[in-house]
């Protein structure tokens, strides 16, 4: 059974996890959210090489995953490349998804929805230059939504307001992008509320399908059947009240998060 580690600030990389056990219902998971340093996407590029590695390298000595997926893209447009020099195993990044949107948008004009980190980078300006070309694209570096998806798995209500208040300059279907890639692993667990705000003239792209079927090659892929009394150990960097937090994740195989001291 192969052991597959899914790494994010927080819970949007559960979107991730969410995609990948579908197409590998029986592999051996482990959750890590840094919720210690959460948010991502406004860290020093420096301090969240130097972080990731931390914790991949602890999760590496303790419990030796096959492969380890960055379900975040703040960090898997910087750290990669310094992850894969410092540890001999299979990483999977999660980017923004700009190629598939950049085939499926008929105006030509394509949204970025993702954190500040994320948006300023250098690994996202070349997917554009590599992707991209002939397109229009428009970039909305966020926070406050990663908070708004953050809060909504902890329970709390939504705030449409504030996330109307980010997007509103896409409200207006003449000029607006047609397709709108969810470039932060937070964002897909706001499609509904995205979709209210917005209207119907978007569509969304988001890379979970695509993580699963990378994660499911490089294992070679799973078993059919899922064996439902499996459950996957979470981690944390930080110890909160997580009553509905464990909820949540109990229902999606997980257990309940187990703080690390790192
Ligand atoms: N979910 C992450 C991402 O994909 C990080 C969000 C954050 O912590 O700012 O970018």
């Given at each position: 059974?192969?052991?597959?580690?899914?790494?994010?600030?927080?819970?949007?990389?559960?979107?991730?996890?969410?995609a990948?056990?579908?197409?590998?219902?029986?592999?051996?998971?482990?959750?890590?959210?840094?919720?210690?340093y959460?948010?991502?996407?406004?860290?020093?590029?420096?301090?969240?090489?130097?972080?990731?590695?931390?914790?991949?390298?602890?999760?590496?000595?303790?419990?030796?995953?096959?492969?380890?997926?960055?379900?975040?893209?703040?960090?898997?447009?910087?750290?990669?490349?310094?992850?894969?020099?410092?540890?001999?195993i299979?990483f999977?990044?999660?980017?923004?998804?700009?190629?598939?949107?950049?085939l499926?948008s008929?105006?030509?004009?394509?949204?970025?929805?993702?954190?500040?980190?994320?948006?300023?980078?250098?690994?996202?300006?070349?997917?554009?230059?590599?992707?991209a070309?002939?397109?229009e694209?428009?970039?909305?570096?966020?926070t406050?939504?990663?908070l708004?998806?953050?809060?909504?798995?902890?329970?709390h209500?939504?705030?449409?307001?504030?996330?109307?208040?980010?997007?509103?300059?896409?409200?207006?279907?003449?000029?607006?992008?047609?397709?709108?890639?969810?470039?932060?692993t937070?964002?897909?667990?706001?499609?509904?509320e995205?979709?209210?705000?917005?209207?119907?003239?978007?569509?969304?792209?988001?890379?979970?399908?695509?993580?699963?079927?990378r994660?499911?090659?490089?294992?070679?892929?799973?078993d059919?059947?899922?064996?439902?009394?499996?459950?996957?150990?979470?981690?944390?960097?930080?110890?909160?009240?997580?009553?509905?937090?464990?909820?949540?994740?109990?229902?999606?195989?997980?257990?309940?998060?187990?703080?690390?001291d790192?």
């Amino acid at each position: 059974m192969s052991k597959i580690l899914i790494f994010d600030s927080g819970v949007g990389g559960i979107s991730i996890y969410k995609a990948i056990k579908e197409q590998l219902p029986n592999a051996d998971y482990l959750y890590l959210f840094d919720n210690a340093y959460f948010p991502y996407g406004e860290l020093e590029p420096e301090f969240l090489i130097e972080r990731v590695c931390q914790l991949i390298g602890y999760m590496y000595e303790k419990h030796k995953p096959d492969l380890v997926v960055i379900a975040c893209n703040s960090a898997s447009t910087l750290v990669l490349p310094a992850l894969r020099q410092r540890f001999p195993i299979a990483f999977v990044g999660v980017v923004p998804a700009i190629k598939p949107a950049a085939l499926q948008s008929k105006k030509k004009k394509i949204g970025l929805l993702a954190t500040p980190g994320t948006v300023s980078r250098e690994y996202t300006q070349l997917l554009v230059n590599d992707h991209a070309q002939g397109c229009e694209i428009d970039m909305i570096g966020t926070t406050s939504l990663v908070l708004q998806a953050e809060n909504k798995l902890y329970g709390h209500t939504v705030d449409l307001d504030a996330i109307s208040n980010v997007v509103s300059k896409w409200q207006d279907p003449d000029n607006s992008p047609d397709v709108v890639v969810l470039g932060c692993t937070h964002f897909p667990l706001l499609v509904n509320e995205l979709e209210e705000v917005l209207g119907e003239h978007i569509q969304f792209i988001d890379s979970g399908m695509a993580i699963a079927s990378r994660v499911k090659d490089i294992l070679g892929g799973g078993d059919a059947v899922a064996d439902h009394g499996h459950t996957g150990k979470a981690f944390c960097t930080k110890t909160q009240a997580q009553k509905k937090l464990t909820l949540l994740f109990n229902e999606i195989g997980l257990s309940q998060p187990l703080y690390i001291d790192v």
